[in-house]
């Protein structure tokens, strides 16, 4: 059960788009479509934005999307906002009923 | 409105034990697997355990396995996570979450979450 790799740091300017990478293996992020992304401020608990790779829980802004290409899983933030500033996660299901997640990435809106 | 609410963390000495509870309300408890994740101080989150609905089926990462035990009352809507055998690496933040189900369909994803209850563990 090894952690999925996430860059420890993202930044970018209001307005700009800004993809934050996920990568595990075929055990994990590859082998199901099962991938999600959580936002959390700091000392906040995590929110839950993206699951099953692409689709959003409602009332989560169109403006975070989700992707996947093998082993790695995106997510996107367009149009970014001063809000946005935040961690990011990745989760993924990692096979025999476990769950693994990203280190985080700490994005920053300069 | 949902809400967890987590409740039994404190300071333990390494070895130790300590029961950690999740109250749920604002939706039906019995019908949803609910989850541990932690985040020890300045780190990422790191999953736990998970629990069906009716506790048929149970999963812990390799970290806590054989030392932490899910459990849950559905007439209570509570959620438990009793910690053996402590140690300085469990000292966390340790959050309760409710899986992410649209319709009877169910995700490998958290829409709820508690604000979470502090295990420290030092002797």
């Known amino acids: 059960q090894s952690a999925l790799t996430q860059p420890p740091s993202a930044s970018g300017s209001p307005g700009q788009s800004v993809t934050i990478s996920c990568t595990g293996t075929?055990?994990?992020?590859?082998?199901?479509?099962?991938v999600s992304w959580y936002q959390q401020h700091p000392g906040k608990a995590p929110q839950l934005l993206i699951y099953?790779?692409?689709k959003r829980p409602s009332g989560v802004p169109d403006r975070f999307s989700g992707s996947k290409s093998g082993n790695t899983a995106s997510l996107t933030v367009s149009g970014l906002q001063a809000e946005d500033e935040a961690a990011y996660y990745c989760?993924?299901?990692?096979?025999?009923?476990?769950?693994?997640f990203g280190g985080g990435t700490e994005l920053t809106v300069l | 409105e949902v809400q967890l609410v987590e409740s039994g963390g404190g300071l333990v000495q390494p070895g130790r034990s300590l029961r950690l509870s999740c109250a749920a309300s604002?939706?039906?408890?019995?019908?949803?697997?609910m989850h541990w994740v932690r985040q020890a101080p300045g780190k990422g989150l790191e999953w736990v355990s998970g629990?069906?609905?009716?506790?048929?089926?149970?999963a812990y990462a390799d970290a806590i396995k054989g030392r932490f035990t899910i459990s849950r009352d559905n007439a209570k809507n509570s959620l438990y996570l009793q910690m053996n055998s402590l140690r300085a690496e469990d000292t966390a933040l340790y959050y309760c979450?409710?899986?992410?189900?649209?319709?009877?369909?169910?995700?490998?994803?958290?829409?709820?979450w508690g604000q979470g209850t502090l295990v420290t563990v030092s002797s």
């Open positions: 075929s055990s994990d992020v590859g082998g199901y479509n099962s």
């Open positions: 979450g409710k899986e992410h189900c649209t319709g009877t369909h169910c995700h490998v994803a958290l829409d709820y």
């Open positions: 989760s993924s299901y990692g096979g025999r009923n476990n769950w693994v």
């Open positions: 099953e790779v692409t």
């Open positions: 629990i069906s609905w009716n506790s048929d089926n149970r």
């Open positions: 604002g939706f039906s408890f019995d019908d949803f697997a």
